[in-house]
């Protein structure tokens, strides 16, 4: 009867250990590049613009006097340590605004606002003057009530919040619909009474989100006209 034996021959101590450095070194390269790739992630940041700002109109516009209330977004650059490397811009960025009464944060529209960019081009026709003609084209990119913008490292860009005009008491949420309102400048959907509020901005880009929230000083004459930083028991009143 023929019969046969297999035997378990052990594994060599040196075989062991390369095997087990390529793993270890297979692992760190996938955590070394999953830490590159979480540093280089965008890093925004909201801050009030300092001092707001303030216009003189000097042509037939529908206001003479007028402060714009707006926000600066900032997309950190890397640490020192990690400059030789590039963050990843903000691509198409893009945000809504809410605006909250201040005893109990309670949503005041019901709805939220497109941001504007300062930096976006105004969505008017643009007027074209040609042989002693002058006529008016209408760009459909410009007529939409959202804007996108991208912010790269190291850079800032401005959003617009509110603004106020003359001697009104009213301020009034600020974006493209502006434009359109049958009261120029002066949108009634975004209308707010004299008092101070609460405002909430939240901007989006390539899955990245930043939001902050703000207090709007409306009770006060238009040359104090500003926003503030929340206080602490702010926070708790937006959800």
């Known amino acids: 009867m023929l019969w046969h034996e297999s035997a378990n021959f052990p594994i060599p101590n040196h075989k062991k250990g390369k095997a087990m450095e390529i793993v270890i070194g297979g692992l760190i390269t ?52 990690f400059r030789w490397m590039l963050r990843s811009p903000a691509l198409q960025c893009r945000g809504t605004i809410t605006f909250h009464h201040l005893n109990d944060g309670q949503n005041i529209f019901d709805r939220a606002m497109s941001v504007r960019w300062v930096s976006s081009p105004e ?15 209408i760009d459909p990119v410009r007529l939409t009530a959202e804007s996108r913008i991208d912010v790269y490292p190291g850079e800032t860009e401005l959003l617009d919040v509110a603004a106020r005009f003359d001697n009104e008491d009213e301020c009034y ?19 707010l009474e004299r008092g101070r509020y609460l405002v909430k901005v939240d901007i989006t880009s390539s899955g990245r989100r930043c939001v902050s929230i703000f207090r709007l000083l409306n009770d006060v004459p238009r040359t104090d006209f500003r926003l503030i930083p929340a206080d602490k028991s702010d926070l708790s009143k937006i959800h």
Do not use: C, H
Not at 174 to 191: G, L
């Open 173 to 191: 949420g600020w974006n493209n619909e502006a434009y359109f309102s049958p009261v120029p400048w002066r949108s009634q959907q975004w209308k």
């Open 30 to 81: 996938i955590l070394t590049a999953i830490f590159i790739e979480y540093l280089r992630r965008p890093v925004l940041q909201l801050s009030i613009e300092t001092p707001p700002y303030d216009i003189t109109y000097r042509d037939q516009r529908p206001a003479v006097y007028a402060r714009y209330l707006r926000l600066k977004l900032f997309n950190k650059p890397l640490p020192t340590i």
């Open 123 to 137: 969505p008017v026709p643009v007027q074209v003057l040609g042989q002693g003609v002058q006529f008016k084209i």
